[in-house]
């Protein structure tokens, strides 16, 4: 039997747990520390005779001796039974239903760092993954990652006898958070042709193992889910919103995703300016409206904006447009001059020409440079708003 076994002993209707020496468990709950005096032992003789009937029970206590895998033997088997005063308490008088048997988990984990490269070339790594002991026996033994610490549990068995490792990869449950997600998709997608897997020692950046993989052992991920999941992730972190990702995400959702994602990281986009229209406020001065240039003039807006996608608020901050090359249309210019002073009026911007160009800034995210551009474009507009440059 490995050594440090799990024992659970059912006696009657009462449960003990315990791992000897060190504590007593009882329905889950700790009543006893054995540290002090003589050595805690259990001691169990079991005795299962050789017939066809327990065959499958005399495979499962090699296959725990060798492998260090779970086993319940009846009480029928225990031809006897020493169990130590203190936990005598904790046990009634009735009948031994059954005693099973499993191996204690280790409390030493290995940190280590895990490297997918594809035969294209493909390289991605998941660094911080802790493996710990699952199971132990005189041939094979077994070692699992946390189901936190990434998208999967990573299982590694390793076995003497046969000199074979196996790697898998399980997830247990769906991934609802976008980071865990695209660590998964790119972890696959390096591998979706086939490669190798290594594991390296953090501690020492020496390789522990590698292995082959073949084609098709990954899922291949689409070039779209894995953008999507970039530009999710890029919201997440620049908008500071946890997101969860839901069971469905409509078509739309995801384009606006990658296009607002995509302006972020650029922190300016410009595009042709298509026409705008504003209304005037009773005491706005009207003069710049009524300049002539063949040039037109430059319009600059400032406004506060959210993006609401996946069921979820992302705070843009302050977006600024500024519009190069415009001018009134001939109706607004026609309204301009027969306004009376102090009367509201709604304009409507058109383009000069070819060259007329909008500029979309997003504030929080802009470089010196980039504040810099802007303001060579608009003279006169202030910039000096509390989320510029470094948010």
């Known amino acids: 039997m490995p050594e440090e076994s799990r024992i659970t002993i059912r006696a009657g209707s009462g449960w003990l747990f315990g791992v000897f020496p060190a504590?007593?468990?009882?329905?889950?709950v700790q009543v006893a520390m054995l540290t002090a005096g003589e050595p805690t032992t259990v001691s169990v003789e079991i005795v299962v005779p050789d017939t066809p009937d327990?065959?499958?029970?005399?495979?499962?206590?090699?296959?725990?001796?060798?492998?260090?895998?779970?086993?319940?033997?009846?009480?029928?088997?225990?031809?006897?039974?020493?169990i130590p005063p203190p936990l005598e308490p904790f046990l009634n008088?009735?009948?031994?239903?059954?005693?099973?048997?499993?191996?204690?988990g280790g409390q030493k984990e290995i940190s280590t760092t895990f490297v997918a490269r594809g035969h294209d070339g493909v390289e991605y790594q998941l660094n911080g993954v802790r493996l710990r002991q699952a199971r132990a026996g005189s041939e094979e033994f077994e070692f699992r990652s946390r189901e936190s610490e990434t998208p999967w549990v990573i299982s590694v068995i390793a076995n003497r006898a046969t000199r074979i490792l196996t790697l898998s990869f399980r997830a247990p449950q769906p991934l609802r958070t976008p980071k865990r997600a695209l660590d998964a998709a790119r972890f696959a997608h390096a591998l979706s042709s086939g490669g190798v897997v290594r594991c390296l020692s953090e501690d020492t950046g020496l390789s522990i193992f590698s292995c082959e993989v073949a084609p098709g052992s990954f899922p291949t991920p689409t070039t779209g889910w894995?953008?999507?999941?970039?530009?999710?992730v890029l919201l997440q972190e620049r908008c500071r919103v946890l997101v969860t990702l839901p069971d469905d995400i409509s078509p739309e959702d995801a384009s606006d995703v990658v296009r607002?994602?995509?302006?972020?990281?650029?922190?300016?986009?410009?595009?042709?300016?298509?026409?705008?229209?504003?209304?005037?406020?009773?005491?706005a001065p009207r003069d710049v409206f009524r300049k002539e240039s063949k040039d037109g003039f430059w319009l600059g807006v400032v406004r506060e904006e959210f993006l609401d996608v996946l069921g979820v608020r992302f705070p843009l901050g302050t977006v600024a447009y500024i519009s190069t090359r415009v001018r009134l249309s001939e109706e607004s210019q026609l309204a301009?001059?027969?306004?009376?002073?102090?009367?509201?009026?709604?304009?409507?911007i058109e383009a000069v020409d070819g060259d007329s160009r909008t500029r979309v800034a997003y504030m929080r995210w802009l470089s010196e440079s980039q504040l810099a551009e802007l303001k060579a474009?608009?003279?006169?507009?202030?910039?000096d708003f509390s989320d510029v440059a470094g948010d």
């Open 23 to 28: 504590m007593v468990m009882l329905d889950g």
């Open 54 to 82: 327990t065959k499958p029970l005399i495979e499962a206590l090699s296959s725990h001796v060798t492998r260090g895998t779970a086993v319940t033997v009846p009480g029928a088997f225990v031809s006897r039974l020493e």
């Open 93 to 104: 008088h009735g009948t031994l239903e059954s005693i099973s048997l499993e191996p204690a």
């Open 226 to 232: 894995l953008e999507f999941l970039e530009s999710l």
């Open 260 to 283: 607002f994602a995509a302006q972020i990281r650029a922190g300016i986009v410009e595009g042709a300016f298509t026409g705008a229209e504003i209304s005037l406020k009773p005491d």
């Open 336 to 348: 301009l001059s027969r306004a009376g002073a102090g009367q509201g009026l709604d304009l409507s």
């Open 377 to 383: 474009l608009a003279p006169g507009m202030q910039f």
